[in-house]
């Protein structure tokens, strides 16, 4: 990494041992995506080369809940899933986190029927909300950094007991939608 370069070999660094771990753990976050629907593409797209996760450090996507700590509900989960869905989160590693991608994950959407879970939240804490129908790819890279930065502070959020308790940022669209329908011009020919 040119460090060596930088530095000359005698040399003796010093730092604290939890910034060094906090770092690690930051550096190297494994998303667990559970994609039951749409937004599982924009998800798709996060990972590849055009909008690059791997930037972050967060593109070693994991299907063993047991190799990952950050869990991505990209889409709307019946309740017929929802078992899965726990389980899964029960079964990843700590310190975990999770983040509900796209509107369906964080509140039903436009699926208010008896058949789908109307925000993921009431079963599982859920640290980061990112809005759209689908997100872009950035707004959800934007939801893995804020995840990034609490690590980075060692902020894992407990309540007296020791418990963990959910962050619940809900990220803001950034994206600003120009006038639709565009302008038309048909000129002579
Ligand atoms: S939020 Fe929109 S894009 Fe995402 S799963 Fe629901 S309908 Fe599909």
Not at 80 to 106: D, F, H, N
Not at 154 to 160: A, L, Q, S
Request: charged share 20%; hydrophobic share 45%; net charge neutral.
């Amino acid at each position: 990494m040119g460090l060596e370069a930088a530095l000359p070999v005698d040399n003796v660094l010093t730092t604290q041992l939890q910034k060094v771990i906090n770092w690690a753990r930051r550096s190297a976050v494994w998303p667990m995506p559970f994609a039951t629907a749409c937004c599982g593409i924009e998800l798709m797209a996060t990972a590849s080369s055009r909008f690059d996760l791997a930037r972050f450090g967060a593109e070693v996507f994991r299907f063993s809940p047991r190799q990952a700590d950050l869990l991505i509900v990209a889409g709307r989960v019946s309740v017929k899933m929802l078992p899965v869905l726990q389980r899964i989160y029960v079964q990843m590693t700590e310190p975990k986190w999770v983040i509900s991608m796209g509107a369906c994950a964080s509140t039903g959407g436009v699926f208010d029927t008896y058949a789908v879970v109307q925000g993921v939240d009431q079963f599982i804490p859920v640290d980061v909300y990112v809005p759209g129908c689908p997100p872009r790819p950035e707004m959800l890279i934007e939801g893995v950094m804020a995840i990034q930065r609490i690590i980075d502070q060692d902020n894992i959020p407990k309540d007296g007991e020791g418990r963990r308790v959910p962050l619940k940022i809900a990220l803001q669209p950034t994206y600003q939608p120009r006038a639709q329908p565009l302008e038309v011009s048909i000129g002579a020919t």
